[in-house]
């Protein structure tokens, strides 16, 4: 979806959908989530928030977890929730942040679908590099980058599993295969983030590259405390 649709009127608020696909373990990401959609209903858009937490595979039957490597790929149940909410709350923007496991990346498809333009914000580098760090055993690692992929498996760079890191191999691939990456639009935290994310057009055009935009994250102010009686404040 070209960047120019997200061009709205200066007096118009377009309502957003945020969706986060939360880990067992809480992070810096949830925290972005959640600024993110503080920050927009203060400036005056309504902001609806899809997300599932991984904490569900606990609790999920046998036959469901071993359905879970084909939901990591495409998920029905999350690609049918978007579809209706997109429907029903008259979405305008769909904004995405993660989706491992539980949302996958079928919410791309059906907003695409819906034609509602869609962001994604790369918190990590799993497009390029299924551990998403671009580190491995203690130092900087880039294979994935010159040589695919496929570098991943021979470490099992995600969770030290090579069954783990097959699974996130074959979604990242097959939904290059599929186009769908280049209709989307993305927010990169650093230059660096956004270089690093465009290698992934090193043998043909994957993304658009003036689709991808750089926005730090941000965290409110806090509010200071008043000085207590009998002591002032001296610049040095």
Known sequence: MPAE??????????????IHNYYQIPGGEDTVVANEKKLLEANGHEVVLYTRNNNEIKTMS???KLLLPFMTVYNPRSSRDVKRIIKDENIDIVHVHN??????????????????????????????????TLYRDGHLCEDCIGKGLLCALEHGCYR???????????????????GIYGKLNYICLTEFNR?????????????????????????????????QAGHSEVSQ
């Open 99 to 132: 989706t491992l496991n539980l949302i996958s990346p079928s919410v791309y498809y059906a907003a695409v679908k819906c034609g509602v333009p869609v962001v994604q914000t790369i918190h990590n580098f799993r497009m390029i590099c299924p551990g998403a």
């Open 195 to 227: 270089e690093k994310l465009l290698t992934i057009n090193k043998k043909k055009q994957i993304i658009d590259p003036a689709s991808v935009f750089v926005k730090p994250n941000f965290s409110f102010p806090q509010p200071q405390e008043a000085p």
């Open 62 to 64: 046998r036959w469901k």
């Open 160 to 178: 030290h599993s090579k069954a783990q890191t097959l699974i996130l191999v074959i979604s990242v691939l097959l939904h290059k295969t599929t």
């Open 5 to 18: 649709n997200l061009t709205v009127q200066p007096d118009s608020r377009p309502k957003i959908l945020l």
